[in-house]
C-alpha cells in the first residue's frame, strides 16, 4: 500500500519514532533496553503500532504496556504532567501518579481485566506537576491495548484537561449565590452576615473568610465563616493588621484532601483611595495556586461585597431622609394643631362680639359703626377660612380624611353650588352658565367634599376672569362623573401648568381680582377628587381662557342616602373668595329660663372667660377657673351644673380635668362640655373616650354653644323623656358621622318603636320607651376582607344589608355601620407584619343586642390618643361598648351594643 504499512509489516527502528514530534525524538534517543519492554529492536509489531498511534496524535494520549506499566506517550500529554516530564518517559506509570493512582487504579485495571473501556469526565487528581499537591481534572477513558497474540497487553488512555472549566463552573455558581442572598434591605451587618454565609456553599476555593466594614475611623468585623472569628481581630486601624503573623496559626484546612492553609487574601472594598467601604479577608485554596484566575475570582467576590454594602448604606440613608421628612412632616402637623388654638381663640374672641353685636344691637348703630363692624366680621371670618384651608390640608395629609359616598342629585347639587357664587360672578359682571341636566343615574360623592371642589373651581374661575363668562356643565361618561368650569379669563401659562395643583404655589405675574388665598385651593380640590378615586386636570391657554374638568366614578355608596346635599357654612368656609357677603346674622338671645344652674367656665385666656361669661351671664350663674387645678379646686367647694372647659391649658389641661373629674364619685355625674381649637379631632376622640358630654370647636357661634348647652343641662336634668342609650353614651350627640354634615345636638333623637318580628316595646319597661334591637332569633354573619382600605366599601354595604335584614333601627344602624368601618380600617392601618394578608369581620344581630367583631393577624404598633381616627373611635365608644384584644397572632376589636348585655366573655371570632 502506498503511503503506509502493510498490515503485517512493523515500522523500522527509524520510522517508530520519526513522526512524534520532540517527544518521539526524546524516546529514539532513551534506552528502552533498561525498561521492562527491551530494547526496540525487540518490540512486538501491536506495541510499535500503538507506540506510533500515539506520538502521531495531537490529542493528550498515554499507552502503559506489559506488567509493568511502561509509559509511551506524546508531547501534548507532556505538558499535562508537568515537570514529571520527560522523566515518565519509559517509567511505571503507578510510580508516576503514584499520588493520583487511588483514583486511576480501579479504571486502568478494569480496562485491562475487563476488556472493557471507561469515561470519565471531570475526574479529580491530585498532581504534584509544580511543585505542590495541585488540585485537576481530567476528562479521561481508559480502553485495553491488544499484543500480537490477541489478549489484553497494556492500556490505552485519551485524556483532556478541564481544570479550568470546572473550577470557573463551581466559582461563578459561587458568585451567584453571593449575589443572591443577600440579608435585610439597609442593614449593612445582616447584608455581609448573609453573603459570608453563602462563602460556606465552597470551601475548596474559599477555605476561610472576614469581613470587616469601616466606621469610626478604621475597621470593625461584621462576620466570618470557616474559622474561629476570635483567632482574627475584632478592630483594626488598617487592612495590613487583619491578619496573623502565619495563617496557619488560625489552624484551617482546606482543599480536596483537607491540606492546612497557609496563605489568603486582603482585598479592599472598594478603591483604596478612600471611597472604600471595608475590606474582604479570604483563604487560598491550598491546592491551587494563586493565579491571574484565582486573582479575578477574588477581584469579583470583592466587587460583590462592596456593592451590597454600598446599596445598603444607601438605602439606609435613604430611609434616615424619609424619616427625618416623616418627622419634619409631623413636625409641621404639630404646628398646625398648636398654631390653631393660637389662631381659633382670638377669632372667636373677634367674631363672636362683632357678630353679637351686629345681632343684637346692628339696627341702631351709626352706619359708619355698622359698616366698620361688618367690615371686621367680613375679614374675620375671611382669615377663618383660610385657617380652614390649611387645617383641611393638614388632615387629608395625615390620612384623617376618608370620603363617604351617598347616594346625591349631584346635577341638582352642582347647580345650586354654582348658584352660591352667581351673585359674586354677576358683581365682577361676568355671565354665569349652569348646564347640569339630570344625570338619569344613581350617583355617589360625598356631598362636603364636592362642596368644596365645586365652589373653589368656580370660585377660582371668578377670580380670574375680567370679561365674558365662566361655564359650569355636568355630564355622565359611561360610569364616570364629568364636571367641567371653563372661564374666558387670564389663562396660565404652559409653564406653571405642570405646578398648578402643588399646594402653596401661585403663578407669577398673573393677574387676579385678589391676590388673597393660601394656595391651597386648587392642592386641596385635587386632595379631595383623588378621595373619590377619580382625577382632575386643566388646560388652558394665556389670554383665552381655562378648562378644569374633574372625572370620579359613579361609585357605590359608602353610607346610606338622604344625607342633606346643601351647602353649608363649614364648606364656604374652604373657599376663598372675597366677594361674599356677611352670613346670615345670628337669632336674638335666647331668654334666661335657669338664672340658678351654675355653668363652670375653665380657660386660661382672660378674654375667653370675659366673652364667656358676658355671653352666657344673661342665661345662667357662671364662675370662672383659669386652669384645672383651680376648676377643680371650684368644683369640690361648689359643685356647678356644668363645666365648660378648654382643651389646651397650662398646668392641668382639659383632658386632665376631665379624667379626675369622672374618677371621682362625687363629680362623676357633672357634665363637661369641652372647647378646642385644636387642628383634627384628635381633641374629640381622646375628650369621648374620657367621658365628655360634647364638643365644640372655635370659633363657634355663640347660639351652637348656647344650644349644646341647653341640651347638655336638659339631658342631666331628665327633661327630655327617656331614651334607650348604649353604654358610652348618647349616640344622638357624641358625634358628628363621617360624612360631615353634622347632626342635630340640641335635643335627642328619638327612634321609633320597632314593630312586625322585633315585637312592642320592651317587657318591663315603661309605654313610649324606644327599642331599636330586635327580639329575633340571632341573625350571624362572618366575612373575610384583604387589608386593604378598598374592602372598606364592601364591609359597610354588607352590614347595612345584615342591619336592614335584622329590622335594626336605622340611626342605630348608621352608627354601628361606621364604628364597624372604623375599627376595620384601624386593623388595616394599625396592623404591623400581618401574618395573614385579610382581616376577618363578624357580626351578629339578635336578642336586644348587636356585636361585631373585626379581628386583624399583625401586631399593633405603639399607640397614642392621636393615632385615632377621630369620629369612627368617638362612634364606637358612643354606640356601645368596646373591648379590644390583642395578642402576638392579631388583635380582636368587639362593639356590643344592646340590652341585655352579651354574657361575659362571648366575641365573634
Not at 356644668?642 to 369622672?662: I, Q, S, Y
Request: net charge negative.
Amino acid at each position: 500500500m502506498s503511503g503506509g504499512l502493510h498490515p503485517s509489516a512493523s515500522p523500522g527502528d527509524d520510522e517508530l519514532f520519526r513522526d512524534g514530534g520532540e517527544n518521539g525524538r526524546l524516546m529514539a534517543a532513551f534506552d528502552w533496553s533498561t525498561t521492562p519492554v527491551g530494547p526496540v529492536s525487540g518490540w512486538p509489531v501491536s506495541l510499535r503500532h500503538a507506540v506510533r498511534t500515539v506520538l502521531a496524535s495531537r490529542f493528550p494520549m498515554i499507552l502503559a504496556w506489559g506488567p509493568g506499566y511502561t509509559q509511551f506517550y506524546n508531547d501534548a500529554y507532556a505538558t499535562l504532567i508537568g515537570a514529571k516530564h520527560p522523566g515518565a518517559i519509559g517509567d511505571d506509570l503507578r510510580v508516576t501518579l503514584a499520588e493520583g493512582w487511588a483514583a486511576l487504579q480501579e479504571p486502568v485495571e478494569h480496562a485491562m481485566a475487563a476488556r472493557e473501556a471507561s469515561w470519565f469526565p471531570q475526574l479529580l487528581l491530585l498532581l504534584e506537576r509544580a511543585g505542590y499537591r495541585e488540585e485537576t481534572y481530567f476528562t479521561v477513558s481508559h480502553a485495553p491495548a491488544y499484543g500480537d497474540d490477541g489478549r489484553v497487553a497494556g492500556m490505552h488512555a485519551v485524556c483532556t484537561e478541564v481544570t479550568r472549566q470546572v473550577l470557573a463552573e463551581r466559582r461563578q455558581r459561587l458568585l451567584h449565590d453571593v449575589a443572591t442572598s443577600t440579608g435585610r434591605l439597609g442593614d449593612e451587618t445582616a447584608t455581609v452576615t448573609a453573603m459570608t454565609a453563602a462563602l460556606a456553599g465552597d470551601p475548596l476555593d474559599v477555605p476561610f473568610a472576614a469581613v470587616y466594614l469601616t466606621g469610626d475611623g478604621g475597621l470593625r468585623r461584621a462576620a466570618t465563616v470557616g474559622c474561629d472569628a476570635g483567632l482574627l481581630p475584632e478592630v483594626a486601624a488598617s487592612p495590613g493588621e487583619l491578619l496573623p503573623a502565619a495563617v496557619a496559626d488560625l489552624g484551617v484546612s482546606g482543599g480536596p484532601s483537607g491540606d492546612p492553609v497557609t496563605e489568603a487574601a486582603v482585598l479592599p472594598l472598594g478603591s483604596p483611595d478612600g471611597d472604600g467601604v471595608g475590606a474582604l479577608v479570604v483563604g487560598v485554596n491550598p491546592n491551587r495556586a494563586l493565579d491571574e484566575e484565582y486573582r479575578s475570582f477574588h477581584e469579583l467576590l470583592a466587587g460583590q461585597f462592596a456593592a451590597a454594602v454600598r446599596n445598603a448604606r444607601a438605602y439606609a440613608e435613604e430611609r434616615a431622609r424619609a424619616e427625618a421628612l416623616a418627622e419634619l412632616d409631623q413636625a409641621k402637623t404639630t404646628f398646625f394643631a398648636n398654631v390653631s388654638h393660637e389662631l381659633r381663640t382670638p377669632l372667636t374672641l373677634l367674631l363672636g362680639p362683632i357678630a353679637d353685636t351686629l345681632a343684637d344691637a346692628g339696627p341702631g348703630l351709626p352706619p359708619d359703626v355698622r359698616e366698620s363692624l361688618t367690615l371686621a366680621l367680613r375679614n374675620g371670618q375671611r382669615l377663618q377660612r383660610l385657617v380652614n384651608d390649611l387645617l383641611e390640608f393638614v388632615s387629608i395629609e395625615a390620612g384623617r380624611a376618608s370620603a363617604v359616598r351617598v347616594e346625591t342629585d349631584v346635577a341638582a347639587f352642582t347647580a345650586e353650588l354654582a348658584g352660591v357664587l352667581r351673585a359674586a360672578a354677576e358683581r365682577a359682571g361676568l355671565r354665569l352658565t349652569v348646564d347640569c341636566p339630570p344625570l338619569g343615574r344613581p350617583a355617589h360623592v360625598d356631598p362636603r367634599m364636592w362642596e368644596k371642589v365645586v365652589l373653589n373651581l368656580v370660585a377660582n374661575a371668578v377670580k380670574y376672569t375680567f370679561v365674558g363668562g365662566i361655564d359650569v356643565a355636568l355630564r355622565a361618561d359611561d360610569d364616570d362623573l364629568v364636571l367641567r368650569v371653563s372661564d374666558t379669563g387670564v389663562g396660565i401659562p404652559a409653564a406653571e401648568l405642570p405646578h398648578l395643583f402643588e399646594r402653596f404655589h401661585r403663578g407669577l405675574g398673573t393677574a387676579a381680582r385678589s391676590r388673597e388665598g393660601t394656595g391651597l385651593g386648587l392642592a386641596l380640590v385635587r386632595e379631595l377628587v383623588a378621595l373619590h378615586g377619580g382625577d382632575v386636570t386643566a388646560t388652558s391657554q394665556p389670554g383665552v381662557g381655562s378648562t378644569f374638568t374633574v372625572r370620579v366614578p359613579s361609585g357605590a355608596p359608602d353610607a346610606p342616602a338622604g344625607a342633606p346635599a346643601v351647602p353649608s357654612p363649614a364648606a364656604r368656609g374652604g373657599v376663598v373668595t372675597p366677594w361674599d357677603g356677611v352670613p346670615d346674622e345670628a337669632g336674638p338671645r335666647t331668654p334666661a329660663t335657669s338664672p340658678g344652674t351654675c355653668v363652670l367656665v375653665v380657660d386660661d385666656n382672660a378674654d375667653m372667660r370675659a366673652y364667656l361669661t358676658r355671653l352666657l351671664s344673661p342665661l345662667w350663674t357662671v364662675r370662672t377657673a383659669a386652669d384645672g387645678q383651680e376648676a377643680l379646686a371650684g368644683v369640690a367647694a361648689d359643685r356647678p351644673d356644668v363645666v365648660v372647659t378648654d382643651v389646651m391649658m397650662p398646668g392641668l389641661d382639659g383632658f386632665g380635668l376631665l379624667r379626675a373629674l369622672r374618677a371621682d364619685p362625687a363629680t362623676r355625674a357633672v357634665p363637661v362640655v369641652m372647647l378646642t381649637a385644636r387642628a383634627g379631632q384628635e381633641a374629640a376622640v381622646e375628650g369621648f373616650d374620657a367621658g365628655v358630654d360634647d364638643y365644640l370647636a372655635k370659633p363657634f357661634e355663640s347660639a351652637e354653644l348656647i344650644g349644646r348647652l341647653r341640651a347638655v343641662l336638659d339631658r342631666t336634668a331628665g327633661r327630655t323623656g327617656p331614651v334607650i342609650r348604649p353604654a358610652g353614651g348618647d349616640p344622638a350627640t357624641a358625634a358628628p358621622p363621617l360624612d360631615g354634615h353634622p347632626r342635630p345636638t340640641a335635643t335627642p333623637r328619638p327612634r321609633p318603636p320597632m314593630t312586625g318580628p322585633a315585637g312592642p316595646a320592651l317587657a318591663g319597661r315603661p309605654a313610649g320607651v324606644d327599642r331599636p334591637y330586635p327580639a329575633r332569633a340571632p341573625l350571624r354573619r362572618h366575612w373575610r376582607f384583604p387589608a386593604s382600605t378598598s374592602a372598606i366599601p364592601a364591609l359597610r354595604r354588607r352590614l347595612r344589608a345584615l342591619f336592614t335584614e335584622a329590622g335594626l333601627d336605622d340611626d342605630l344602624a348608621y352608627d354601628l355601620v361606621l364604628a364597624a368601618c372604623e375599627a376595620a380600617t384601624n386593623a388595616i392601618e394599625h396592623a404591623q407584619d400581618p401574618a395573614e394578608p385579610f382581616i376577618d369581620v363578624g357580626a351578629e344581630v339578635g336578642d336586644g343586642r348587636v356585636e361585631v367583631a373585626v379581628r386583624d393577624y399583625g401586631r399593633w404598633r405603639e399607640r397614642v390618643a392621636s393615632m385615632d381616627r377621630g369620629r369612627g373611635s368617638m362612634l364606637m365608644r358612643a354606640v356601645g361598648e368596646i373591648t379590644a384584644t390583642p395578642s402576638p397572632a392579631g388583635t380582636t376589636v368587639v362593639i356590643r351594643a344592646g340590652d341585655p348585655p352579651l354574657p361575659s366573655g362571648k366575641s365573634l371570632r
